[in-house]
């Protein structure tokens, strides 16, 4: 048991070297750039933006504008999830939902988000626009692998639930489900990052008020590269911290999944 920890550790301590290296290397090549251009207007120092970043942090207007882009994104992304779920479900079981899907998610996945972001502007209120951009962006990815999960199940195991007569909800909870959880897992844990750029590029776009998004802009404008290097840090900061998040719950949720739901097929492949 030691050992396993020890080990455990280990890796742990070897991973956290590598990316500080890897940090202290881009961080210092950054640092020479720098140096050669020499114009802070055109790229400014690594210092010069931590310490912008590190002065926002407490301020109020800082916390507001995560919070209500935070806030739009989420109900985006939640709602892309439970929409691409149930779509998932569905044309997995139904060739013909899924030929009449297809082309509207392959539509989705292929056209720039610039395209629909300036679509959304003429249907709906800005403040809505990153709402259903995030959604937009982030349904056919959880979508494509609900409904690949789903398909892909081990047929000795439909054949075998057929066997002991299951009927379709007690074979969806106990087999199909628990199938297509890691795909489901991937797909969030692929949206949650895509999702949030896509969500901050709409602020961006339709500057909402109170939100990174026109912050970014006003930097831009303002040519303030300071802040605009500042406030791309603390998105990508962001984005890092909201994707651990995420696969800290779905890791939970996964291990109760499989607890109550999936013990047929833990069982089976004894």
């Not at 709906?124 to 409904?147: Q, Y």
């Not at 500057?207 to 590269?225: F, M, V």
Request: with cysteine.
């Amino acid at each position: 048991m030691i050992s396993i920890m020890e080990h455990k550790l280990k890796k742990t301590l070897i991973f956290i070297i590598k990316i500080a290296l890897a940090g202290i290397f881009w961080l210092g090549l950054w640092q020479l750039v720098y140096k050669k251009i020499g114009i802070d207007v055109i790229l400014p120092s690594p210092a010069a933006v931590f310490k912008r970043l590190a002065e926002m942090l407490p301020e109020k207007s800082f916390i507001q504008s995560v919070f209500n882009s935070f806030k739009g994104i989420a109900l985006g992304y939640m709602a892309g999830v439970l929409f691409g779920t149930v779509l998932g479900i569905i044309t997995a079981f139904s060739k013909t939902l899924n030929t009449l899907f297809k082309p509207f998610f392959t539509a989705v996945k292929t056209t720039p988000v610039v395209s629909f972001i300036i679509l959304a502007l003429i249907w709906l209120e800005k403040t809505r626009v990153p709402v259903f951009i995030t959604f937009l962006m982030v349904m056919p990815i959880v979508w494509a692998n609900v409904s690949g999960g789903i398909s892909g199940t081990d047929k000795s195991l439909i054949e075998m639930a057929k066997a002991y007569k299951f009927g379709f909800f007690k074979k969806l909870k106990l087999i199909y489900l628990p199938s297509a959880v890691p795909s489901f897992m991937t797909a969030c844990e692929t949206a949650v990052g895509l999702g949030w750029k896509a969500g901050i590029a709409a602020e961006v776009l339709c500057t909402p008020k109170n939100s990174i998004g026109i912050n970014l802009r006003n930097a831009q404008i303002y040519i303030e590269t300071v802040d605009l290097f500042a406030w791309t840090a603390a998105v990508i900061i962001l984005s890092l911290v909201l994707e651990k998040a995420l696969v800290w719950v779905l890791r939970f949720m996964f291990s109760r999944i499989m607890k109550k739901g999936g013990y047929f097929i833990e069982n089976t492949n004894k």
